[in-house]
């Protein structure tokens, strides 16, 4: 009888514990997809705002028609709001040292429009392409890396 309790016992452990491994790898498995997402979004969202920001300061730059300057503003808009909900995931779901890659990437994506010639706005778009790049680094080892 204490011998079949015994194995009862074990077996219902071992199955309990397997749950619990099962249970928490699947959790892990959750956050790391959650995490990739989050920076691949950012990454996007950054390309795009990239995109946007140098098709308006070079229209600025060029003394493009009013109209075309509204639009091209407008566009912008669009794709910096975009930029907000896949930098608060990272934010919130990967590291300090990824989240500071991220806002240095956004802030020099954002001073794109601070461009004072054609020079200077490669230059710009050039610190922003360099800072995304080091955030996509910065995610990856992190990724890569995490148990």
Same mark, same amino acid.
């Given at each position: ?20 491994? !099962? +249970?928490? @790898? ?5 956050? *790391?997809?959650?995490?990739? %997402? /989050? &920076?691949?979004?950012? $990454?996007? #969202? ?34 910096? !709001? +975009?930029? @907000? ?5 990272? *934010?919130?779901?990967?590291? %300090? /040292? &990824?989240?500071?890659? $991220?806002? #240095? ?34 995610? !990856? ?7």
């Amino acid at each position: 009888m204490v011998q079949t309790l015994i194995a009862v016992t074990g077996t219902l452990a071992a199955a309990i514990l397997t749950q619990l491994v !099962a +249970a928490r @790898t699947a959790r892990r498995a959750t956050l *790391r997809a959650d995490q990739l %997402a /989050a &920076v691949t979004g950012l $990454a996007s #969202a950054l390309a795009d705002h990239r995109r946007t920001m140098w098709c308006l300061m070079d229209a600025r730059l060029a003394g493009r028609p009013d109209d075309e300057i509204a639009q091209r503003t407008a566009d912008t808009h669009t794709t910096r !709001a +975009a930029i @907000t909900g896949p930098a608060m995931q990272v *934010r919130v779901l990967l590291p %300090a /040292a &990824v989240a500071a890659a $991220a806002q #240095a990437a956004i802030a020099d994506t954002y001073e794109i429009r601070d461009a004072l010639d054609a020079a200077d706005l490669a230059a710009r778009r050039e610190a922003a392409l360099a800072a995304a790049e080091r955030c996509s680094d910065t995610a !990856a080892d992190h990724l890569q890396h995490a148990h």
